[in-house]
């Protein structure tokens, strides 16, 4: 069992001041990431754009149908004219998207002859597939193989039967695959065009009443919100949980309606890349796994901000930390498991998020993209009351520093009672008002020291380090 994470305080990170920056939308920097189709007034992007790219685009896939939703039956799908796309946000980046098993859903229950499952095949020119029982060959193997095989079309599972063409009237040759149905045409086409697929992902959208409702053509995919913060001084186990995090987030994609809940993306372990660092818990210094997460859920919190996204859940630090302070009060702490940072895609589509470490810049930027609806943000200047300054310095004992040695491992700060106010102004001139607030209390100066050393009078001295 894993060390829950210590965000709420701060890890070790606080060194020196630094210059953090955050933006308001700039220039996009991602724009081969989306293609946007004015025939069907739909987008592609990211993973989906990936591997629908990697697999053959439209000539495999068709037309996108709609843009990324939560289908009728709870899934993250996207609908194309010759399947559909399945996106799994939990899952590893590269294994986020598959694609519905569509040959099987419009073929479920058949038992007719064609269906039955194979032992074997004594036919030479046909290759048998134990894994599904069917056979496959002639021109329907060679369109199979060269256009992805197993991993676009699956196993076949069905041999090769006529049935009915619903435009023509005429029977044509079909086989099922697991994820698409083929069809020879050698009346209308010569022999290396003469398959076709079958509009199976037209099939399965008529099925689905939430996938029919959102077929309406939307605006292109552009850049809402972007957000960068420093990380300069940080300690090298900080700067890994920066980027492990950051890397997790990369790639998301929320559909319109859901909830993104910064907890709940993965995994913050040391088998899962995190790594063990320091963190001030109670006013003493502890190791604890994944101190530098809140780095990231700032960053990633400012970014949706400046996008107009609705914010469900957002806790502010207990104490103003360096990275953040040049906009006080505009910051986001998570504590797995209590305390989340989450958010709603309120936009007419999907939102999809880019996450970037720059090691060599020492900064961690995040920008969303979406669908504009033509709503404008704007952040007001923070309103600051009721300073505080910090008390006297803490220094504690750690036995592991050298002889003699004395490092300060937090610049103290003062508190804070902050409110930062967003006004959203929508595209029919109503404004919502969203008031971030936030109470920050003093932070001492902290300091560990070594063998050898007494600390000065008028400090404040704690029990040594564990």
């Known amino acids: 069992m894993y060390r829950y994470l210590i965000l709420i305080v701060l890890a070790l990170a606080l060194l020196l001041p630094s210059t953090p920056l955050a933006a308001a939308p700039a220039a996009n920097p991602q724009a081969t990431a989306f293609t946007y189709f004015p025939e069907t007034g739909h987008n592609v992007g990211m993973q989906i754009k990936q591997f629908f790219d990697t697999y053959g685009g439209v000539a495999v896939f068709g037309l996108p149908l709609t843009e990324l939703i939560i289908g009728a039956d709870g899934r993250q799908v996207q609908y194309f004219e010759y399947a559909r796309f399945e996106y799994n946000p939990t899952a590893p980046l590269a294994a986020r998207v598959t694609l519905t098993r569509a040959g099987a859903m419009v073929s479920e229950g058949r038992a007719d002859p064609a269906f039955q499952w194979m032992t074997g095949s004594a036919d030479p020119e046909r290759d048998f597939y134990p894994e599904s029982g069917h056979t496959l060959g002639g021109a329907f193997r060679w369109f199979w193989q060269s256009n992805g095989g197993v991993p676009v079309f699956g196993y076949p599972i069905s041999e090769e039967l006529y049935e009915q063409d619903d435009v023509t009237g005429t029977e044509v040759l079909v086989q099922y695959f697991e994820r698409a149905r083929l069809e020879y045409h050698p009346a209308t086409a010569t022999e290396p065009d003469a398959v076709r697929l079958t509009p199976v992902g037209r099939m399965l959208l008529q099925r689905d009443p939430v996938a029919r409702a959102a077929t309406a053509p939307v605006r292109a995919i552009e850049l809402l919100g972007r ?77 949706v901000s400046y996008a107009g996204l609705q914010i469900t859940r957002r806790v502010g630090h207990s104490h103003i930390v360096n990275f953040y302070e040049n906009i006080l009060g505009f910051d986001a702490t998570v504590f797995v498991p209590s305390v989340d940072f989450r958010w709603r895609n309120d936009s007419p589509g999907p939102v999809y998020l880019v996450g970037i470490t720059d090691l060599n810049a020492s900064q961690v930027s995040f920008e969303i993209y979406g669908i504009n609806d033509g709503r404008k943000v704007v952040h007001q200047a923070p309103i600051t009351r009721n300073w505080k300054q910090p008390g006297v310095a803490v220094w504690q004992y750690d036995a592991s520093l050298p002889q003699g040695a004395v490092r300060q491992m937090v610049q103290g700060r003062a508190g804070v009672d902050v409110t930062l106010n967003r006004v959203i102004t929508l595209a029919n001139g109503r404004t919502r008002t969203d008031a971030y607030v936030t109470r920050y209390a003093p932070w001492e100066d902290f300091f560990l020291y070594g063998p050898g050393v007494t600390p000065p009078s008028g400090v404040k001295v704690i029990a040594p380090r564990r």
């Open 227 to 303: 957000a960068t913060t420093g990380f300069a001084a940080s300690s090298y186990e900080r700067v890994t949980n920066v980027s492990r995090a950051t890397e997790m987030v990369h790639g998301m994609i929320v559909p319109a309606g859901a909830e993104f809940s910064f907890n709940s993306i993965g995994d913050f372990s040391e088998a899962n890349g995190f790594v063990d660092g320091y963190a001030i818990v109670g006013g003493r210094l502890e190791r604890v796994i994944g101190g530098g997460l809140c780095q990231v859920s700032t960053t990633l919190f400012r970014a």
